[in-house]
């Protein structure tokens, strides 16, 4: 079974440049999870009739946010956003809005597994999000998998907004404190770790160089100056299932590139 997933910076503006399904195409991935959609089911023109199609667009901002799964199998249940109880205990909203109004998680249920993806709000160049990341969501994101896992085993994927260790980011010293490499996100990861999450990408590939954002500034894809903060991971029970995590850094379209799983399942 092989998934994708792409921050893919707008729906409507990927496929307008032709570059959205011909990688789907190319890659034929059983499962597409896209983050920041910027949009409705309703206002995406594509077309791809072998996916069954889940939204999860973003309520009070238009064109903002948003995520979806595309899936050559219907899933066995849905999930949008967090549940009540997860809600009730981390009350998110900030001064920027509610970000479970955004659009940022969606959940698909299959038999033997359950597929999340996640748009992590970003921490802000001034870090004024910073504090709704490090002390509500993410940890209410944890404590959703969890939930989740206790029913059956989760592979989620997406934007999570941070470079976990300095060979995940080009230049990790000049960046140290900065939004997207503050020790308050990193810790965040930590966390998925400690939990017994696996970041697929690293059971194959060590060291530096392999990025999944770049800036439009300063000419920085084609010099790959980059950030790794697109990611696959599996709960512990299904590492050993693992055949395969990668990146795509010559899909073009986005700020982001794609990144891939493969297992067997």
């Known amino acids: 079974m092989k998934l994708i997933s792409w921050n893919i910076n707008g729906i409507r503006s990927i496929h307008r440049k032709g570059l959205l399904v011909p990688f789907l195409d190319k890659v034929k991935p059983d499962i597409a999870c896209f983050q920041e959609t910027k949009a409705e089911e309703h206002q995406s023109e594509v077309d791809l009739p072998d996916y069954e199609e889940y939204w999860n667009s973003s309520s009070g901002r ?81 404590a959703f998998l969890k939930q989740l896992e206790k029913k059956k085993p989760v592979i989620f994927c997406g934007d999570l907004n941070v470079a976990h260790t300095p060979d995940d980011l080009s230049h990790s010293k000049a960046n140290e404190g900065e939004h997207g490499f503050t020790k308050e996100e990193r810790e965040g990861i930590d966390s998925l770790i400690e939990a017994g999450f696996v970041d697929t990408f690293r059971l194959f590939t060590k060291g530096n160089g392999h990025y999944t954002w770049w800036s439009n500034f300063s000419n920085a894809r084609a010099r790959n100056i980059g950030w790794r903060i697109d990611y696959f991971f599996v709960s512990k029970a299904l590492a050993p299932k693992v055949k395969s995590a990668k990146i795509y850094p010559e899909s073009l379209g986005s700020d982001h590139c794609p990144v891939s799983l493969e297992l067997e399942i």
Request: glycine share 8%; charged share 25%; no cysteine.
């Open 62 to 142: 238009k064109g903002y946010a948003g995520t979806a799964i595309f899936t050559k199998t219907k899933p066995l249940s849905v999930i949008l956003g967090f549940p009540e109880d997860i809600l009730k205990k981390y009350k998110l909203a900030d001064g920027y809005g509610d970000p479970n109004g955004e659009g940022r998680v969606i959940t698909a249920e299959y038999k033997d597994f359950f597929v999340v993806t996640v748009y992590t709000p970003n921490a802000k160049p001034d870090l004024s999000r910073l504090s709704l990341r490090h002390k509500l969501w993410d940890p209410a994101f944890l």
